[in-house]
């Protein structure tokens, strides 16, 4: 069973366009991370969401978590070539300190 | 480097041999946890370990894997009698694990292959 439904699995647009990424789930969580892997790599934590309704920005990348806490979204301004890679949710919930991973968008910018 | 180690990168075994995976917390970090990722998947929790104490392992395959977290040294991965469904990647994270820190840092991982 798959907790956290992320779309979509495979995106890819030009650069300079801009693109949303959903991650998706009947379940509440307690915090939603958002992960950025590349070939061979271990995942990167990029942000942490922990309110319903919060957003996040880190340059031109937006997060949001959901008011509900079961959905949260990726948003990319003006795509660059380096955002290639595969983008990965997970969310954690209260009193379990494991997280449940989302199976991933795999971002391709085009120069 | 402060971030969290594991070795080896990359390792290869014949079915029916052992396979130990380490993993070095970041400095300061007492929670590990380790994770599966087979190819084009997301990661799959299979254990989470404090100090000399296993304290989920519901995602651990019942059979030939084991996992420690000794007073000292790294946390070991062991799989015994390997199979090739084994082969994947396994990474290790970390976490503070004070305050309720739900964030978690991972390592490189290591890519283990059975042939």
């Known amino acids: 069973t798959q907790l956290l439904e992320q779309s979509p699995q495979f995106l890819s647009i030009q650069e300079g366009e801009n693109l949303t990424v959903y991650c998706n789930s009947s379940?509440?969580?307690?915090?939603l991370q958002w992960y950025r892997q590349e070939p061979g790599e271990g995942p990167v934590l990029l942000v942490t969401?922990?309110?319903?309704?919060e957003v996040k920005k880190l340059k031109r990348l937006t997060f949001q978590f959901g008011d509900a806490r079961k959905d949260s979204s990726l948003h990319i301004t003006a795509a660059q070539p380096g955002d290639t890679g595969l983008y990965l949710c997970?969310?954690?919930?209260?009193?379990?300190?494991?997280?449940?991973f989302g199976q991933g968008t795999r971002l391709t910018i085009n120069p | 480097n402060a971030g969290v180690m594991q070795n080896p990168r990359h390792l290869v075994r014949r079915r029916g041999q052992e396979a130990r995976l380490r993993c070095s917390p970041m400095?300061?970090?007492?929670?590990v946890y380790w994770y599966r990722q087979l190819p084009e998947e997301g990661l799959k929790f299979m254990v989470y370990?404090?100090?000399?104490?296993?304290?989920?392992e519901s995602g651990m395959p019942k059979e030939r894997f084991s996992a420690e977290f000794p007073k000292e040294g790294p946390s070991i991965l062991r799989i015994q009698q390997v199979v090739r469904g084994d082969s994947a990647a396994y990474f290790c994270?970390?976490?503070?694990?004070?305050?309720?820190?739900?964030?978690?840092?991972f390592g490189p991982g290591t890519r283990l292959t059975v042939t």
């Open positions: 994270a970390s976490s503070p694990g004070r305050g309720g820190s739900y964030e978690q840092y």
């Open positions: 969401v922990v309110t319903g309704g």
């Open positions: 997970a969310g954690g919930r209260q009193g379990a300190q494991k997280l449940v």
């Open positions: 379940s509440v969580f307690s915090s």
């Open positions: 370990l404090q100090k000399e104490n296993i304290i989920d």
């Open positions: 400095k300061g970090h007492s929670h």
